[in-house]
């Protein structure tokens, strides 16, 4: 074999899936700290304006003390798909080709969006960052994390806004009631991750 042949099936075979942030290495799964309530497939209970439902994706913790600006990565090359920029629940959805299957990630409760609807991204360019010390104060600091997702199936299609004119998309993060939706519609995260 030649060393061009060898070079191509060496790049090939290299995952270009990453860690959505950055805790020293974006290549060690282990290095994912949750929060209490963070894990994949928990039974969320039900609230004032949202039914019982499982947690969709995982709640990752900021890897460190940057309270001001943590950044916030797209785990693959790919397209981001929608934007939505208000308050706590701000969020970004990016479309991947990984091993020729489409895949979609979520990102959710972040700040500082640095990308726009119909932007090709790469995993090396930050695309938001966590909240920071002022925007928890104001929001709550129970977003004191970011929630990530990937999903198995197209989001579903919106109507944008004024408010919102980007937000194309929506995940189908709170109407998973049982575990065949859940896994319907989603990979869990860490295991993704893990396989690629
Ligand atoms: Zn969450």
């Known amino acids: 074999m030649n060393c061009i042949l060898a070079c191509l099936i060496a790049v090939s075979l290299q995952s270009n899936v990453y860690l959505p942030f950055d805790p020293g ?3 060690d799964v282990s290095k994912i700290r949750l929060t209490e309530i963070g894990e ?29 600006a943590e950044p916030v990565f797209a785990m693959a090359a790919g397209k981001v798909i929608s934007k939505r920029t208000d308050g706590p629940y701000a969020n970004l959805i990016i479309e991947h080709l990984i091993d020729r299957v489409k895949v979609w990630t979520l990102y959710e409760h972040i700040a500082g969006i640095l990308v726009n609807a119909g932007e090709i991204v790469t995993p090396s360019t930050p695309i938001a960052r966590f909240m920071n010390r002022d925007e928890l104060n104001r929001y709550g600091w129970q977003f004191d994390h970011f929630h990530f997702e990937v999903l198995r199936v197209q989001p579903l299609k919106l109507q944008p806004t004024a408010k919102n004119p980007e937000r194309f998309f929506n995940a189908y993060s709170l109407v998973c009631y049982n575990l065949d939706d859940l896994y319907r519609y989603y990979y869990s995260p860490v295991k993704f991750l893990e396989s690629h």
């Open 25 to 27: 290495s974006r290549r």
């Open 40 to 68: 994949f497939g928990l039974k969320r209970k039900a609230r004032p304006t949202v039914p019982a439902h499982y947690h969709t994706g995982i709640d990752i913790r900021r890897p460190g003390g940057n309270y001001d």
